[in-house]
């Protein structure tokens, strides 16, 4: 089912450094690229999402770069928080199929 | 706007039981999801719905596993009998269309534990 794969699988980084998130992805007819955000105990959230007719999405500390070429969409978290702790997860957006998920350790 | 409601939180079963899980959409929302979340992995899609009709019930074990959504809105997910392997969250979401873009929106989810 996995049309999107992540990496890394866990990630950790001091507070005020940038997370870094990637995924990869097949199906070339995907036009919409999201990532969601999960805390524990919750249902994940959508984040930031990209369209595939720009390379870079910015909404506040977040930042969603994508690569067309190389299939490829990031994101990045510019001065990571303690509060951004969370899993991440890309998808593919047609079928909401997602993809095995990031967990982010922020330490303060 | 009232989110996605599902009901209950957490429920614990003997193996061999049958359980069901209750989804109430976000109004207005024709696409209805269903999930599997096992503990460290992503959401695994069961089965989605265009209004009344199952559009991708692929990933769905359908010897044990049903569902439905009538009337287009509320969903049930119902398993008969429930395995131990089956001890997982179950998420709903439901999802609009908002600038050519699909937005889902998660429930919290029902805990399920089988013992």
């Known amino acids: 089912q996995q049309q999107v794969k992540q990496s890394p699988q866990s990630l950790i980084v001091q507070k005020g450094g940038i997370s870094i998130i990637n995924c990869a992805y097949e199906?070339?007819?995907?036009?919409?690229f999201p990532w969601y955000q999960q805390f524990p105990g919750k249902g994940p959230a959508l984040l930031i999402a990209?369209?595939?007719?720009?390379s870079e999405k910015k909404e506040g500390r977040f930042t969603i770069s994508f690569n067309k070429s190389a299939k490829q969409f990031s994101l990045h978290i510019m001065d990571s928080q303690p509060g951004d702790s969370a899993t991440y997860f890309c998808?593919?957006?047609?079928?909401?199929?997602f993809g095995s998920g990031t967990r982010l350790l922020v330490r303060p | 706007e009232a989110g996605v409601v599902q009901s209950p939180r957490y429920k614990i079963i003997e193996k061999k039981q049958p359980v069901a899980f209750w989804c109430n959409p976000i109004s207005g929302h024709n696409t209805l999801y269903w999930y599997r979340q096992n503990l460290g992995q992503g959401p695994e899609l069961l089965i989605r719905y265009e209004n009344e009709e199952a559009v991708d019930d692929s990933q769905l074990p359908k010897d044990r596993f049903s569902a439905e959504r009538l009337k287009g809105v509320d969903s049930t997910l119902k398993i008969q009998p429930a395995e131990l392997g089956d001890s997982a969250v179950y998420l709903c979401a439901s999802s609009n269309v908002f600038e050519g873009s699909i937005r889902a929106f998660f429930g919290q989810g029902t805990r399920l534990t089988v013992v």
């Open positions: 990209i369209r595939p007719d720009v």
């Open positions: 998808a593919e957006a047609y079928k909401l199929i």
């Open positions: 199906n070339t007819a995907f036009d919409y």
